[in-house]
């Protein structure tokens, strides 16, 4: 019987010949992956249980990237434990702000992560690692205190569902419009416990930052991972960035899924997700008027050059409408360089919006954009849940970049043909 | 494996860890401070409310969202001994399990037991008994590999006796 993808990664790395769906393995892992909110925990445990070493200290990335630079004394501290950990342990991948970047656009950037990789990640949007064909799932602080410790990561075999992608993307329509879709038609909880597998002709043209994307949101239909097969289109992006060997793997052709799913891109207009689940879709075109406070342009789900190249395109020669904050925040530093050199920054900066460096910030509420009871926002963030941003009577909106920015100009949720 | 006994408070489908604990508060992991927030964006006051021992019974797909374990760990420090759901969101089961908060997927019991009740589950076999009326509800148990985590106490634990630290 044919293998997928997934159960081909989570074998090798289980040392098996093969695996099933519903098998309990030990598997080891490529990159263990942490970050300010969740490393701390993860250190005490650490430290709880005595443990003196981490089992490679090449094989651990902890980044300070969501209440940073510091919001405040008690993520200072958070920071500060992360940083003396790192230190101690001689961890070769720990980023400081400035040398950073929010994590799931900066680890592929950097070659961290490569296709053939398990990945772990004690953030639940490390599943974004799976458009370059690799296994990454969200796992808990414990989960990575043990890991790093072990080297190994206790995982069910998922059941795999498939998407086909047929046809070509509708004007101004880009992966993040594919997964607010799919997610719309199979709910937050539609492939609880699974994996996602991406493919079909759409997927064969689509660059890699949609792919991100796409991958980035699985969790938000609840799967364990989301899998692009690499192809040429990943191989170009990763051959001058990988600095260790990596394998490539394709699912077979008699591989069994438990669903398959076919779309039309014809039916896919840019999506809107509204409050309070990302599955809460509507097309651009039924969207009534509702007025907005705020725009938020970044996050690991779009804050990639791309997209803030499509942001760029609706807003040369525009300003931000009187009543709306556009905050764009780029996902990395070097993103943020290339935004420079191709000028997007400028017009941003013309169209009045605030560039803040790199950061999860607002996405979670955190800081550099917290909203007030009330209040509206328009975001290429991934989760709208109540509070999500700020006050627990404030609502997100999800939506692609072009029509978040398109939004910002028109002060209301607008169409970027619009414009 | 041991008896639980409690009154419920019940919830729907889709509580995501974004209201089980808002992430203005993950600038700790003090499980105590965590607990004052807990669930305050739907149920102001919760954490007052709370006796310790009570359960929670939910729907589909409980602690969605984020990976955050201050989610179980805010709960657990709330007093709440256990939740039983319709299904949990995989990164919470893991959290769960992970951190010995007790957990159960029984979605005839979700159905049927209602808030304020008090209720038994017996956490070795499954079965959980509403103990007003007396009816008794079983849920699947957990595959042997689960249950031995849970038996040493959660993975730490499992890790140590497995490391010998």
């Known amino acids: 019987m044919g293998r997928t993808i997934t159960e081909k990664i989570l074998a090798a790395h289980a040392g098996l010949a093969e695996v099933h769906p519903g098998e309990l393995i030990k598997a080891k892992v490529d990159i263990a992956l942490g970050n300010d909110v969740t490393a701390p925990l993860a250190i005490d445990e650490f430290e709880k249980a005595g443990a003196q070493k981490v089992f490679d200290p090449n094989k651990i990335v902890l980044i300070p990237d969501h209440f940073t630079p510091n919001k405040d004394i008690k993520s200072a501290q958070l920071c500060l434990k992360m940083r003396r950990f790192a230190k101690a342990q001689g961890l070769r991948h720990y980023y400081e702000v400035g040398r950073m970047g929010i994590e799931h656009a900066f680890l592929p950037e950097q070659g961290l992560v490569l296709p053939g990789d398990l990945i772990i990640g004690a953030d639940s949007h490390t599943c974004t690692y799976g458009a370059l064909g690799a296994f990454a799932t969200g796992i808990g602080s414990t989960d990575l205190a043990a890991a790093m410790i072990t080297g190994e990561v206790w995982l069910k075999v998922p059941e795999s569902i498939k998407f086909i992608f047929w046809g070509k993307l509708r004007p101004w329509v880009s992966g993040k419009d594919l997964i607010l879709y799919t997610i719309g038609k199979i709910g937050v909880d539609g492939a609880l416990y699974q994996a996602m597998e991406f493919v079909g002709e759409v997927m064969d043209q689509l660059d890699m930052d949609s792919r991100f994307t796409m991958a980035n949101m699985a969790i938000e239909a609840g799967a364990k991972n989301g899998i692009i097969a690499p192809d040429n289109i990943t191989l170009a992006y990763v051959k001058s960035r990988a600095q260790r060997n990596f394998k490539l793997y394709q699912s077979d052709k008699e591989a069994s899924y438990k669903t398959v799913y076919e779309f039309d891109a014809a039916d896919i207009e840019p999506q809107v997700a509204f409050p309070s689940l990302p599955a809460n879709t509507m097309p651009i075109s039924q969207v009534p008027n509702i007025s907005i406070d705020q725009v938020i342009i970044g996050s690991c789900t779009n804050g990639r050059l791309s997209d803030l190249r499509v942001a760029a395109q609706v807003l040369q020669g525009h300003k931000v409408h009187p009543d709306v904050r556009l905050i764009i925040i780029p996902a990395t530093q070097d993103i943020y360089r290339q935004a420079l050199i191709a000028g997007y920054i400028e017009i941003f900066l013309d169209a009045q919006a605030v560039i803040s460096t790199p950061t999860c910030g607002p996405c979670l509420g955190g800081h550099m954009g917290v909203l007030a009871e009330g209040e509206r926002a328009v975001a290429t963030t991934n989760r709208n849940f109540v509070g999500r941003m700020g006050d627990s009577r404030s609502e997100v909106y999800l939506t692609n970049p072009a029509v978040a920015a398109a939004s910002a100009i028109m002060g209301r949720i607008a169409n970027p043909e619009e414009i | ?165």
Not at chain 2, 54 to 64: E, P, R, Y
Request: include cysteine; hydrophobic fraction near 40%.
């Open chain 2, 1 to 165: 494996m041991k008896i639980i006994e409690g009154r419920v408070w019940k919830f729907g489908d889709n509580i995501d860890t974004d209201v089980i604990i808002p992430a203005r508060y993950l600038n700790t992991s003090d499980p105590e401070e965590l607990a004052k927030h807990c669930m305050e964006d739907i149920d102001s006051g919760f954490s007052k409310k709370v006796r310790k021992g009570d359960l929670i019974v939910a729907g589909d797909n409980f602690g969605c969202g984020s990976s955050r374990e201050h989610a179980p760990i805010a709960i657990k420090a709330a007093g709440i001994a256990g939740i039983i759901a319709r299904s949990f969101a995989r990164i919470f089961f893991r959290n769960a399990i992970n951190i010995g908060l007790p957990i159960i997927e029984c979605p005839e019991a979700v159905d049927k037991i209602e808030s304020d009740t008090l209720i038994r589950i017996d956490l070795s076999s499954g079965l959980i008994t509403d103990i007003r009326n007396g009816k008794s509800y079983r849920a699947t148990p957990f595959p042997p590999f689960m249950q031995e985590l849970i038996a040493a106490g959660g993975l730490m634990n499992y890790v140590m006796l497995q490391q010998r630290l």
